[in-house]
């Protein structure tokens, strides 16, 4: 297993892992880590296919069945044995934080396997119950190679087959409500604000058509007080600002009126 870091200055310090998997034939084509990582930030704006997967019950599943909320989506190879468990165990943590700010259907979760010869829904669900995520509201999705193939391409996530496996960028994407790319979140460990303050800004950020306004505007007063505390690795919601302001309307309001009383007074005086 072949593991290599990348440091980057840009996007908020996200990290670039491209990593070497266990298990498939080997290749005379090398691995292009900055091609990678251009392809894959080009691919932000690119609207998804309706792509067909089968999830670990046998049922067919299309892509276009995520729309109507956000999508975190993630492309895994199950019989890595290093890792795609450990990036996976992350990605559960932030989604878990993620899920405890906005909401548990707040937004979906989905993992593709891209070895379509060894990812069957068999092998997904195994997959699942070893990292903990089985029953948590995740998709586990398994597809044939053309399918993989144009997803690929859509999310821009290059995967080349090497002598111990593949070398890829470790990837999650984030697909808005209409199925189009929003961020991509790179790295085996991230910082929990690369994912969740995207999640956060699709979620409450904007407003459905159908949507009440009193539904619109309890929205827009969650994302603005909605905070990241670093010290607990956490979000919670600052409604201190608003306290300040009423507070502050309140003095404002009553000194105005006692103004407005003495200069009254004084006239009637007069």
Request: one cysteine or more; hydrophobic letters at 40%.
């Amino acid at each position: 297993m072949r593991l290599v870091l990348l440091t980057l200055g840009f996007v908020m310090s996200m990290a670039f892992v491209p990593v070497t998997h266990a298990g498939t034939q080997a290749t005379n084509q090398a691995f292009d880590y900055d091609q990678a990582l251009a392809t894959s930030q080009a691919a932000i704006g690119n609207r998804l296919a309706a792509h067909r997967f089968t999830d670990v019950d046998g049922k067919a599943l299309g892509l276009d069945q995520f729309r109507g909320k956000p999508l975190v989506l993630s492309m895994v190879y199950t019989s890595c044995y290093q890792i795609c468990p450990m990036t996976t165990r992350h990605l559960s943590k932030v989604v878990e934080k993620a899920r405890t700010a906005l909401g548990d259907d707040s937004f979906s979760v989905a993992v593709v396997g891209f070895d379509s010869a060894i990812d069957t829904p068999d092998a997904m669900r195994y997959f699942a119950n070893k990292q903990g995520i089985y029953g948590k509201n995740w998709q586990l999705l398994s597809a044939d190679p053309l399918t993989v193939t144009a997803l690929s391409r859509d999310l821009g996530f290059l995967y080349y087959p090497s002598s111990n496996g593949f070398d890829h960028l470790i990837q999650a994407t984030i697909i808005d409500a209409d199925g189009t790319v929003y961020r991509q979140v790179y790295g085996q460990v991230f910082d929990t604000p690369l994912l969740v303050d995207p999640l956060i800004e699709l979620v409450l950020g904007r407003a459905p058509p159908e949507q009440p306004l009193l539904d619109s505007l309890v929205n827009r007063i969650k994302l603005f007080c909605t905070t990241y505390d670093p010290a607990r690795d956490g979000y919670y919601y600052d409604y201190s600002l608003f306290v300040g302001m009423f507070i502050g309307a309140t003095i404002i309001g009553f000194a105005g009126t006692v103004v407005v009383r003495g200069f009254r007074h004084s006239r009637r005086s007069n």
